[in-house]
């Protein structure tokens, strides 16, 4: 719409693409969601920054925009393929919890972590088990033509639409070596749409069906919910690297059946790649991980691993260390420090002279979104003495809007967060702090010693004359 023409890369035809919208009037995205069996891990969540990035950069640009995201709370069994326990049922089991209750508790823990990150709302989140029924219809719709019924449930079979899997790229021995087989499929990557319930096993979440009591294949969800509320073709399809191996494909391949054509059902599908640790990928089902919540319990801010995820390509892996944070959370303190200092110094706004920066910010973010590219200009315009502190300020909006920082209203004291070990809170620190500057300021050495001896007892170190202007820290 407005400024440079926005590029982004989709994956289906393996290349940028300059983005035209079915209808300018409201750009339509489907967003996999979190299976919400166990809390989101940063590797999720770099996930939703992406498409925050992806929204905010719509609608900076002058797109208004539908955006659905689902959350899965059925279905998303161990393995993306067809073998495995349901994800969901395995944790109530394993907890002797009720299924709906662990749903309930980690979706509002999800939502939290948004919060937490800046991560705009989508226009409407979708619930998988709310939709029972239309995957029904659904099903019932394609079975004819595309599926075929087993024991364990009813399969669709992938010979029945065009190019099945053209979004995985070319189909090798190591991919179908992952998909795990199921009992009579006629072909090892064909998957579930209902899985029937065995005589004897019961599940807390089940539904009758045309092919038994049992409950939907997981891949099902997303081609329904995007059907019912965005409609087909809509524009972009988002989720992580992974599903462009398993979910993606068996999506399109449903959206295929449907529609009676080769339409794909979004024509621009968009992956980000992986947070991964030195020790590997992050892994939801392993229970070990990082939340945001763990790195909060640490000290850190979580708009500093919004920062982090931000300075990466988001089609490049990025490397998840504490240093790496530390660093992000050092350069979040010095953006926020000179952002103060600017509104000190505020005067009044001349208008317009910043619009190079505008431009700039324009060209990277409109290239595939290039975060990365962009945040050097930032740091340009902050520190641009040509340009007023007003008219820097008001540039900052752009910059805000688009990365989503919050830079215009963060204080530089809600970036010291407190560490749930610390034993001192940020009054009685402050309270010591000013104690040991008296003494000082009467030359009482021994009681300004004491006093830090103090402080270090409860593992808060004094800084004197630190860069950043921070006279302490955990
Ligand atoms: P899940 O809750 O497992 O269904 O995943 C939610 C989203 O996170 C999906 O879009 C995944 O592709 C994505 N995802 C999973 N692991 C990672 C990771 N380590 N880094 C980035 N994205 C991930
Ligand atoms: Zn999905």
Same mark, same amino acid.
């Given at each position: 719409m407005s400024g440079a023409p926005l590029a982004l890369y989709n994956s289906l035809t393996r290349s940028t693409e300059l983005f035209a919208p079915i209808d300018p009037a409201s750009v339509r995205i489907y967003s996999c969601g &979190?299976?919400?069996?166990n809390y989101a891990h940063i590797g999720n969540l770099r996930a939703y920054v992406f498409t925050d990035t992806l929204s905010r950069v719509l609608r900076w640009k002058g797109y208004p925009l539908t955006h659905i995201i689902n959350i #899965? $709370?059925? =279905?998303?069994?161990?393995?993306?393929? @067809?073998?495995? $326990? @349901?994800k969901m049922e395995a944790a109530a089991r394993a907890r002797s919890q009720d299924i709906w209750d662990i749903a309930a508790y980690y979706t509002r823990a999800f939502k939290q972590n948004l919060r937490d990150l800046n991560v705009d709302p989508p226009t409407r989140w979708s619930v998988? #088990?709310?939709?029972v029924a239309e995957m029904i219809a659904f099903g019932e719709r394609i079975a004819g033509k595309h599926c075929y019924l087993l024991d364990s449930g009813l399969y669709f079979?992938? *010979?029945?639409? &065009?190019?099945? =899997?053209r979004l995985a790229g070319a189909r090798d021995d190591a991919r179908e070596g992952r998909i795990d087989t199921v009992e009579g499929?006629?072909?090892?990557q064909d998957f579930a749409i209902w899985r029937t319930s065995l005589p004897g096993e019961r599940r807390q979440m089940e539904w009758d069906s045309p092919w038994g009591r049992g409950a939907p294949g997981w891949h099902l969800e997303c081609s329904v919910m995007s059907e019912k509320?965005?409609?087909? &073709?809509?524009d972009i399809h988002t989720g992580g690297? @992974?599903?462009?191996?398993?979910h993606h494909p068996n999506e399109i391949a449903q959206n295929q059946a449907y529609c009676g *054509?080769?339409?794909? =059902?979004?024509?621009v599908w968009m992956h980000n790649n992986f947070l991964v640790e030195r020790a590997g990928k992050m892994s939801? *089902?392993?229970?070990?991980f990082r939340t945001l919540q763990t790195l909060i319990d640490a000290g850190v801010h979580p708009l500093a691993y919004r920062l982090m995820c931000l300075q990466?390509?988001?089609?490049s892996e990025l490397e998840f260390s504490d240093e790496n944070l530390a660093a992000a959370l050092t350069r979040l303190k010095r953006l926020a420090i000179t952002v103060a200092q600017l509104r000190e110094r505020s005067g009044p706004s001349t208008a317009g002279v910043a619009k190079g920066y505008r431009e700039r910010l324009d060209a990277a973010v409109s290239d595939d979104l290039n975060t990365p590219r962009a945040l050097p200009v930032l740091d340009a315009l902050l520190a641009d003495?040509?340009?007023?502190p007003a008219d820097r300020l008001a540039a900052l909006a752009d910059f805000d809007a688009v990365l989503g920082l919050g830079l215009a209203t963060i204080?530089?004291?809600?970036?010291r967060v407190r560490p749930k070990?610390?034993?001192?809170?940020e009054a009685a620190v402050a309270a010591l702090m000013a104690d040991r500057r008296d003494a000082r300021a009467a030359r009482d050495f021994a009681r300004a010693d004491a006093v830090r001896d103090e402080l270090a007892q409860a593992g808060i170190e004094v800084m004197d004359g630190d860069p950043l202007g921070w006279d302490w820290k955990v």
């Open positions: &979190p299976t919400v069996y #899965t $709370d059925v =279905g998303h069994l161990t393995s993306d393929a @067809d073998a495995g $326990d @349901d998988a #088990t709310d939709h079979d992938i *010979s029945t639409v &065009p190019d099945y =899997g499929k006629r072909h090892p509320y965005l409609g087909s &073709p809509f690297i @992974d599903h462009r191996e398993i *054509s080769a339409d794909t =059902g979004a024509k939801k *089902s392993t229970g070990d990466a390509h988001y089609r003495k040509r340009i007023t204080q530089r004291t809600d970036l070990t610390a034993m001192l809170d």
